[in-house]
Structure formats: structure tokens, C-alpha cells
């Protein structure tokens, strides 16, 4: 387990140790909650975007699945010999 240690503003530790003691928790158990629930919050945040990007992308694939494309290689080719 890591040990981190920071400073805070007083007024900030005051709103922390009131936290604490409503959540019937010690000081640093009520900050490691708050850490902790910002993590998995952020990291859920980012899986559900995710699933979203690829929601999205499979919807084109999907959509565009029975054409052909050209290779734009090609026609970059003949724009530049132009």
C-alpha cells in the first residue's frame, strides 16, 4: 500500500474532519473514501465513453458494410500530377 502525505488549507481540513465525523470515520478513512470514489467515478466515466466510441464506430461499419471505396491513394496521385 502507498502512504501519501499532503497539506491542506484549514478550512479544507475543518469541511474533511466534519465529513469524517458524519460518515462516522476517521479523518483519513474519509479522505481515502473520497479518493477512491473519484477514481472508480473517472475511470467509469472513461469505459462508458468508450463503449459509446465504439457503439458509434460499429453503427458506420455497419451502414457502409456492402459499399467499396476507392483507394484514395490514387486519387491524391492524379490531383498531384495535375
Given at each position: 500500500m502507498t502512504q501519501v502525505t499532503i497539506e491542506l488549507e484549514p478550512a479544507i481540513?475543518?469541511?474533511l474532519e466534519h465529513l469524517a465525523r458524519k460518515n462516522s470515520r476517521?479523518?483519513?478513512a474519509e479522505i481515502k473514501a473520497i479518493l477512491e470514489m473519484t477514481a472508480r467515478t473517472k475511470e467509469s466515466d472513461k469505459a462508458i465513453k468508450t463503449a459509446a466510441a465504439w457503439e458509434r464506430i460499429n453503427?458506420?461499419?455497419a451502414k457502409y458494410s456492402d459499399r467499396v471505396?476507392?483507394?484514395s491513394v490514387e486519387l491524391l496521385?492524379?490531383?498531384r500530377n495535375r
Open positions: 481540513a475543518h469541511l476517521s479523518l483519513e453503427k458506420a461499419r471505396f476507392s483507394d496521385r492524379e490531383d
